[in-house]
């Protein structure tokens, strides 16, 4: 985003048998992985499916840049904490159906 290379993924993970078990995860970081990470769990993996592409990644970034978040920046391998209303406003952009 702006010209710095980021690394993210989307993940579903869950148990075998048990529907009601997924978890949803997106994580961002800088391209190197350097630095801390950014997590966001969706709020409701069972619910409707909803496309995460270039643009929500951007939007996410965007929300947690502005709540303080530097990509490179920080202990290596620690989950940057986003503020409870940085959180509110990346799930309403990411998954606005369950907010």
Known sequence: ????????????????????????????????RKGSFVLVHAPNSAGPD???GPRQIAALVRLARADGWTPGAGPRDEIYRLSSAALVRIVSVLWPDDV
């Not at 702006?2 to 994580?27: F, K, Q, T």
């Open 1 to 32: 985003m702006d010209n710095e290379p980021l690394r993210w993924v989307v993940s579903r993970r869950g148990v075998r048998g048990c529907p009601d078990c997924d978890r949803l995860h997106v994580i961002v970081s800088a391209e190197d």
């Open 50 to 52: 909803v496309a995460i």
